[in-house]
């Protein structure tokens, strides 16, 4: 599903990303641990073609395809979705009509219906415990850490990604709501077989979102491959 | 059909290009007007040539004032009704929606082509209430009496160059009288366009609103595509007597070597309402500023505005507020947007007199700016005289931001898609405040600017 190869990424001139080497299968969970300034968070913006993220070496491989030319939009409709860790508010613009775009813009030869999708947007805010007043709202205008975060799951629901990259989705989170975004993505893994990368400092969210498999980033190079107990032994001891 | 190509219509006058006092003449003549306003003429023409052509705001070098053609007169008298309008211009209205919208929205239509109004119609039952929805130069012929009572009241002929050579030259127009009491529910539309190239287009509308009556006025401009500039010199002077409703909305999409610089301006009394609501789209150049005078004790003005300076374009627009009465109200929202080079300019006045206590004002500017090549400026000027009053001012000026373009492309819309939704969200606060059928249209007309299609 997902192959990074030999991937080398400057920003501003500087190194950041030094010989990536990751893949992610169909369904699987992958949890990318590692310190603050590691680099976890530049290989998101790089997979989703963040142009300030120049790649100098290697590629990225998706669904068989180099992705490393396209454009951000491009990627999106390949199917790759990033949860972002600091969503941008876009004031005047609700979800739904950004979505309806969205939507159109990927399935271009299938009709929309826009009150199809508010029927289905009000549903899917409904099981993330987000207020329907919100959805009237700019999107992400006034909305507290937790409610951009939960705003962020609920397009994943409706735009159907087959690779959801979570960045840092747990910080400034309290615990019924990173359990309720952990359902709502653990059931897509389940029910549409998304590959899941989930980025993150703590091991906190892993508890509710089981990884198949965990990869510890450490100055832009991966440092270590293993299983769950990779996690478990990061929260006890820290990283070195 | 295209309405950016000149209708070929025939005209009954066409002067010398240039102005002077025998033209003047001769269009009163031909108008068969009363002495005093031969006499109004002659003495704006005066005042027009003792002031100096106004170095602040933009630059409108490019007019050659002697290459225009002041007086214009397209060969068809005004027509009462639709089929009796010449094809060409039927042609256009229609383009445009007008008698469609006339059927279904609209109490009453005007229609101008260069110096005069070719078509107009009001509804009956607003007739016998004694509304009066006329051409100026009809009014003249028919109300003497009004049209003295407040002619060049609210914006004397000194007030700047440009009014000075309006009163001068000025032909058509729209005037409109509301009596005690009546609410014109539906709004009344004028059209106006520019058919000729180096055409000056110098109406004059006239709007008296009387104690407790409320009315909609809507205008819409357009031009065909000249090479070289024309100018559209308007005056609007609009009296809401006490406790009185008016609501002006214009939709400026003149084409981008037309020079648009007018003079717009509202005495509001006790209790009354005024609102203008402006979206300019189109023009070179575009120096505009509608005013109120809040006269009376509780008077209100509200102005709403868009601005959108693409390629070679500046809109140098704002508002001015003078309070001269205690708890006077007074809001203005700006929003506006550049592009391509474009230019914007926020230029706004607001004014307390002493003894206008209680008064109270708001000013929200939002500029957006779409490239680096694009810029946008703001001028704001407060006098306050009261020391009992009330006055907040906020101005952003921001940039479509990379992340909110990532954010959006990461969804799946393409950059001009992720674009033209940053831009429509930041008009919808003052879209929703503008009538349907015209939100509709201004949407159109911004996505079009954003997919560069209009010249």
Redesign the interface.
């Known amino acids: 599903m997902l192959k990074i190869s030999n991937l080398k990424v400057n920003i501003e001139e500087k190194e950041i990303l030094k010989k990536i080497n990751l893949s992610i299968k169909e369904g699987e969970v992958l949890a990318l641990m590692g310190p603050n300034g590691s680099g976890k968070s530049s290989l998101a913006s790089t997979i989703?073609?963040?142009?300030?993220y120049e790649v100098t070496k290697g590629k990225i491989d998706f669904e068989g395809e180099n992705i490393l030319s396209m454009?951000?939009?491009q990627?999106?409709?390949k199917g790759i979705?990033?949860a972002?860790q600091y969503?941008?508010a876009?004031?005047?613009?609700t979800v739904r009509?950004?979505?309806l775009?969205?939507?159109r813009?990927?399935y271009k030869e299938i009709k929309i219906s826009a009150l199809e999708l508010k029927r289905t947007i009000e549903n899917e805010a409904e099981k993330l415990h987000l207020s329907n007043e919100l959805l009237n709202r700019?999107l992400n205008e006034g909305f507290s850490g937790g409610e951009k975060k939960k705003m962020e799951i609920l397009?994943m629901r409706i735009?159907k990604p087959r690779l959801l990259i979570l960045d840092e989705i747990d910080s400034g989170l309290d615990i019924d709501a990173l359990a309720t975004i952990a359902k709502n993505v653990a059931e897509m893994v389940k029910e549409n077989k998304m590959s899941v990368l989930v980025i993150t400092h703590y091991q906190r969210i892993l508890n509710y979102l089981i990884p198949d498999r965990v990869a510890v980033m450490k100055d832009g190079r991966i440092v270590e491959n293993g299983g769950k107990e990779v996690a478990n032994r990061l929260e006890k001891h820290g990283y070195k | 059909m295209d309405i950016s190509k000149a209708d070929k219509i025939a005209y009954s006058y066409k002067g010398e290009r240039g102005l002077d006092e025998k033209l003047i003449r001769e269009i009163s003549a031909m108008k068969q007007e009363p002495e005093w306003m031969l006499e109004k003429r002659l003495a704006a023409y005066k005042v027009y040539l003792s002031k100096p052509i106004p170095k602040w705001g933009g630059d409108i070098s490019p007019v050659h004032f002697e290459n225009i053609y002041y007086y214009l007169k397209p060969a068809v008298t005004e027509k009462k009704s639709w089929n009796d309008v010449p094809k060409a211009i039927k042609n256009t209205f229609e383009r445009i929606g007008v008698p469609q919208a006339e059927q279904e929205l609209l109490a009453g239509v005007k229609g101008q082509y260069d110096s005069e109004v070719v078509y107009g119609s009001l509804k009956k039952t607003l007739a016998k209430k004694g509304v009066l929805f006329l051409s100026m130069d009809e009014a003249l012929k028919l109300y003497p009496d009004i049209v003295k009572k407040y002619f060049g009241t609210i914006v004397p002929m000194g007030d700047n160059k440009l009014a000075a050579l309006n009163t001068a030259v000025w032909s058509g127009g729209s005037f409109v009288y509301v009596p005690k009491g009546v609410k014109v529910e539906l709004p009344l539309q004028a059209y106006f366009r520019i058919n000729s190239e180096n055409a000056g287009q110098f109406e004059r509308t006239l709007i008296v609103v009387e104690e407790g009556a409320s009315v909609h006025y809507i205008e819409g401009c357009s031009a065909p595509s000249f090479s070289s500039a024309s100018l559209h010199a308007a005056v609007v002077e609009v009296i809401v007597k006490k406790k009185a409703k008016v609501a002006y909305t214009t939709v400026q999409n003149w084409y981008k070597n037309i020079y648009n610089l007018v003079t717009k301006r509202a005495w509001v009394d006790e209790g009354g309402e005024m609102r203008w609501v402006d979206g300019n789209l189109g023009s070179a150049l575009t120096m505009k500023y509608p005013s109120c005078v809040l006269a009376g004790d509780g008077a209100k003005g509200e102005m709403l505005s868009i601005a959108w300076a693409g390629k070679g374009q500046h809109q140098d627009t704002g508002a001015k507020m003078i309070h001269l009465a205690p708890n006077t109200t007074s809001q203005i929202t700006s929003k506006s947007i550049s592009k391509n080079g474009g230019r914007t300019s926020y230029r706004g006045m607001i004014q307390i007199n002493k003894g206008a206590v209680g008064a109270r004002s708001m000013v929200v500017c939002d500029a957006l700016i779409l490239d680096e090549f694009s810029r946008s400026d703001t001028y704001p000027l407060n006098k306050i005289f009261e020391e009992d009053v009330i006055l907040e001012h906020e101005a952003v000026v921001s940039r479509v931001?990379?992340?909110?373009l990532?954010?959006?492309?990461?969804?799946?819309?393409?950059?001009h898609?992720?674009e033209a939704?940053?831009v429509?969200?930041?008009?919808?606060?003052v879209m929703k405040e503008i009538p349907m059928e015209y939100a509709v249209e201004m949407n159109r007309l911004v996505e079009l600017e954003m997919e560069g299609s209009v010249g």
Do not use: C, H, W
């Not at chain 1, 989703?48 to 300030?52: D, M, V, Y």
């Not at chain 2, 931001?401 to 909110?404: A, D, G, I, L, V």
């Open positions: 989703i073609g963040n142009p300030k454009t951000s939009d990627r999106a409709n979705y990033l972002f969503p941008v876009i004031p005047g613009v009509e950004m979505l775009t969205a939507l813009a990927k700019g397009q735009l | 931001s990379e992340e909110q990532l954010y959006l492309m990461s969804r799946g819309l393409s950059q898609e992720a939704m940053i429509n969200g930041f008009l919808e606060p």
